[in-house]
């Protein structure tokens, strides 16, 4: 018997999750009852009078909604001068998280504990489990372009690094992750590697090392994979090369990350001329992952929300193999699996697991919000519960954490698409607070989305794509106007590129943006091209701020937080156009 059947249950985990499922209601109630009990003495929550009571009615009377901007006195405090007295949860934070912070521009700190650290684990049992029961693999190993990035010490001498890497260096990570998720090709030294651009090189090198083993591959977010394979297609090479020779090329410096390579490779000119064969037959690169990774079941990872504009690309690498999307949390906290792995990112959905937090939903119309954040901000919100959900409706997520987080607004927009027994799938809609908005227009993520795909396709009679995009509402001149920044693949004709301009612009379905526009209310759409490497440059500048690039998103509106963005955008402007859609 394998290994990891020895060690994994599939079923057990999938009746287990079942019956939590079937309960979630009571489930619910007795996890905020000992999040609170475990809690109780914790300063934040004496001070809103609740002594102790664990019961939801007195906590929703007692405890109010909060933003992550109303705890950061909390956040300073502790990482400014320890947790000794216990702020936030019963035993004093000793770890802090930071967000990937691409929607504000700054990241957030958020408290990290040993708590979240086993709801990562039982999240990630659950979604293998339902995985390996549609998709099973073999006891090989697996192609994960994950990157931690450095911890640090706060002033008051609290370890601080993003969430993944919180949880990439727990004592405890290898040995929980060993049995659901093979064994990473990777040696650690390339995973904890001080350079990105050599970690990822060195990972796909062990994952060409290994080829023949890999069962699937993945990263966080889709995002990850894609830039992991375009980067392929400049390296390719240079890899077949090291293995050919069996020394690794100079380009890395790390000398951990040499040292443990230097075990693996060993060279085989065979194997290089067969590498090298299969990526010169393949066309345009369609069907790469497959191509070199013949035994690899599915690539797996964050696909939804602002990882869908990646779908395209990954499925030109995918080829014939499924794209899986993972599960859905955050730095403060996760929330749902994918408990249907065979089911397309695009229609995917998310079951919440009722057991790892408490979670409430504010219901949300656009017709509800307010004129100063309209994205945001209901004027009463009335969160429902977990179960008292209705399908077909959107609302916004509000969380209760074991690591200190009471009543949490998280920003995010989910769809309820229905339920697995009495918990909600979940379908992620967008980040709350995204918005392109001039006046009376309110454009979200998703509709950026939607009219990028739309005007992109024109550039495909070219046989260019967008690689990637941002927006920018600019109000410096009257009438504001939105601004499209494009980073594009090759070279389009300007014809072209005005035509793709006017079609962003009548793309846009928002009534509020169409009559705006009529009667020039909203400027004349503008589509800025940017030079190759432009988006590199703001993942650069995010890592510069303490970001991972495994949590990264890039940014899709640029607002005022983001000014640095802005500027790297239009530093690197090589030609503008100006929609004439409504002249
Ligand atoms: P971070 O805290 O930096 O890891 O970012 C967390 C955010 O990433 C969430 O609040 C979501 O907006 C987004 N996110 C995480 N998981 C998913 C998912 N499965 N689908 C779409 N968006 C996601």
Known sequence: MLEKEQEFDVEKVIEKFEALTKDAENVQ??????????????????NLGLHGRTDQESFKACVPLVTHKDLEPFMQRIIDDGDASSLLTGKPITTMSLSSGTTQGKPKFIPWNDELFDTTVQIYQTSFAFRNKDFP????????????????????GLIAGTATTNLFRDPRYKSSMKAIQSHCSSPYEVIFGSDFDQSLYCHLLCGLIFREEIQWVGSTFAHSIVHAFRFFEQAWEELCTDIREGVLTSRITDPSIRAAIAKLLKPDPEEADLIHKKCVGLSNWYGLIPELFPDAKYVYGIMTGSMEPYLKKLRHYAGKLPLVTADYGSSEGWIAANVNPKIPPESATYAVLPQIGYYEFIPLTRM?????????????????????????????????????????????????????????ELKFVRRSSLLLTVNIDKNTEKDLQIVVEEA??????????????TSHVELSKEPGHYVIFWEISGEASEQVLTQCCNCLDKSFVDAGYVSARKVQWIGQLELRVVRRGTFQKILNHFLELGGA?????????????????????NDNVVNNYFSTAFN
């Not at 109630?29 to 004496?46: G, V």
């Not at 073999?138 to 002033?155: A, C, M, P, R």
């Not at 969160?383 to 920003?411: D, M, Q, S």
């Not at 899709?556 to 790297?568: D, E, S, T, Y």
């Open 29 to 46: 109630k007795e996890t905020l009852r000992k999040i609170l009990e475990d809690n109780a003495s914790a300063e934040y929550l004496q």
């Open 137 to 156: 693999i073999k006891d090989g190993k697996v192609l994960n372009f994950i990157y931690s990035s450095k911890q640090f010490i706060t002033k008051g």
């Open 368 to 424: 509800e919000t307010t004129e100063e954040d309209p994205a945001m901000f209901c004027k009463d919100p009335q969160p429902v519960g977990l179960t008292e959900v209705k399908v077909g409706e959107e609302y916004e997520i509000v969380i209760t954490n074991p690591a200190g987080l009471y009543r949490y607004r998280l920003g995010d927009v989910v769809k309820v698409m229905g339920f697995h027994n009495s918990t909600p």
């Open 456 to 469: 992109g396709k024109l550039l495909g009679e070219e046989k260019v794509e967008v690689v990637e995009f």
């Open 549 to 569: 690039v495994s949590q990264y998103k890039t940014p899709r509106c640029i607002g005022p937080a983001n000014m640095r963005v802005l500027q790297i955008l």
